[in-house]
């Protein structure tokens, strides 16, 4: 009977292939959903440490330095600055909006608010244009003094990151479009969205040490 | 996930962080001497718990994810705090 079978396999090569099945599961769908949000915490939780980084030798150079630190915070542009702050807090609230819209099925409203976000995301890129532009002609590059340096490795790698955000929202923004997220199917969103906060949360800090403590 | 109208919460959410922003602001322009920096982290530091409990669902999430997103706080105090007690208790040879 074997032989027979295996014969028949021959002539019939797909009957020996498991049947394809597209984008299966490993686990249920709602291990799976807790299971990469719990991923996305534990990425966040890297992002959080490379800015650590940054965050330590501000503290130590700040201690070490505090006229230098509060001559360049006093050179920077507070109303941009704020600008920008409310700006990415308006795009935080937008990003969560969508996250639980997506569990309603409202697709439109989804799609307004990831619009908004990238628009926000693009402005706020747009004056940190300005705002690096104008201390470049005024000389002041990464290389003036420890604080510059700070505060152009602090803002430029958070300027990646919003880049990044922008990037992993179009992708999403796009594939609404294609009908691909639900109320049964949006842990993209909700993860994309925890990315976003994040970027949200470190400018959070940035803002007040960069800008204001001086 | 959220509570019965999340959209209300979330506007909430977004006008108490934009009153702290305003705080935020406005403190910065008194000089407490050695305070203006906790009193700008304090700040900061609700903004981001706000953030991160509502509009990150934190709230609602179950204690393996709560000890994710703690964790790497610690991981950042041992990092930040082991740096500086280095740096500052150096004698030169």
């Given at each position: ?13 797909s009957e ?5 099945v597209e984008e299966?599961s490993?686990f249920?769908?709602?291990t799976?959903h ?5 991923g ?5 939780a890297?992002?959080?440490l490379?800015?650590?980084g940054?965050?330590?030798a501000y503290?130590?150079f ?7 630190f ?7 542009d507070?109303v941009?600055?704020?600008?920008n702050t409310v ?7 937008t990003?969560?909006v969508?996250?639980s819209?997506i ?5 439109k409203?989804v ?8 628009i926000c995301?693009?402005i706020f890129?747009?004056?940190k244009?300005f ?8 000389g002041?590059t990464?290389g ?6 700070i505060?152009?490795?602090?803002t430029?790698v958070?300027?990646l ?5 922008m990037a992993v929202?179009?992708?999403i ?5 294609e009908?691909r ?9 909700e993860?994309?969205?925890l ?5 949200d949360?470190?400018?959070i800090?940035?803002?007040?040490l960069?800008?204001?403590?001086g | 996930?959220a509570?019965?109208?999340p959209?209300k919460t979330?506007?909430?959410i977004w006008?108490?962080l934009m009153f702290?922003?305003f705080?935020?602001v ?5 000089d407490f001497?050695?305070?203006?920096v ?8 609700i903004?981001a718990g706000?953030v991160?409990?509502?509009?990150m ?9 709560w000890?994710?997103?703690t964790y790497?706080l610690f991981?950042?105090?041992l990092?930040?705090?082991f740096s500086a007690?280095?740096?500052f ?5």
């Amino acid at each position: 009977m074997q032989i027979m079978k295996f014969i028949k396999s021959l002539a019939y090569p797909s009957e020996m292939l498991p049947p394809i099945v597209e984008e299966e599961s490993h686990f249920d769908p709602e291990t799976e959903h807790s299971a990469a949000k719990l991923g996305m915490w534990l990425f966040l939780a890297t992002e959080l440490l490379l800015f650590g980084g940054l965050f330590a030798a501000y503290a130590i150079f700040r201690a070490k330095y505090p006229t230098m630190f509060a001559e360049g915070s006093a050179s920077l542009d507070v109303v941009l600055g704020t600008v920008n702050t409310v700006i990415l807090i308006f795009s935080s609230w937008t990003v969560a909006v969508a996250v639980s819209a997506i569990q309603e099925n409202k697709i439109k409203l989804v799609q307004v608010m990831l619009w908004i976000t990238i628009i926000c995301a693009a402005i706020f890129g747009i004056n940190k244009y300005f705002e690096y532009s104008y201390k470049l002609s005024n000389g002041i590059t990464p290389g003036t003094d420890i604080f510059y340096s700070i505060y152009f490795a602090a803002t430029g790698v958070h300027m990646l990151h919003v880049f990044i955000g922008m990037a992993v929202l179009g992708v999403i923004l796009k594939k609404t479009y294609e009908g691909r997220y639900s109320k049964e199917n949006f842990t993209a969103i909700e993860i994309g969205g925890l990315y976003w906060h994040l970027v949200d949360l470190i400018w959070i800090y940035l803002f007040p040490l960069l800008y204001l403590v001086g | 996930m959220a509570s019965s109208n999340p959209y209300k919460t979330y506007l909430n959410i977004w006008l108490l962080l934009m009153f702290l922003t305003f705080i935020t602001v406005y403190v910065a322009q008194f000089d407490f001497g050695t305070l203006n920096v906790p009193i700008a982290l304090l700040v900061a530091s609700i903004k981001a718990g706000v953030v991160a409990l509502y509009f990150m669902h934190l709230k609602y999430e179950d204690s393996m994810t709560w000890i994710f997103a703690t964790y790497p706080l610690f991981l950042l105090f041992l990092l930040i705090a082991f740096s500086a007690t280095d740096i500052f208790t150096r004698v030169a040879n």
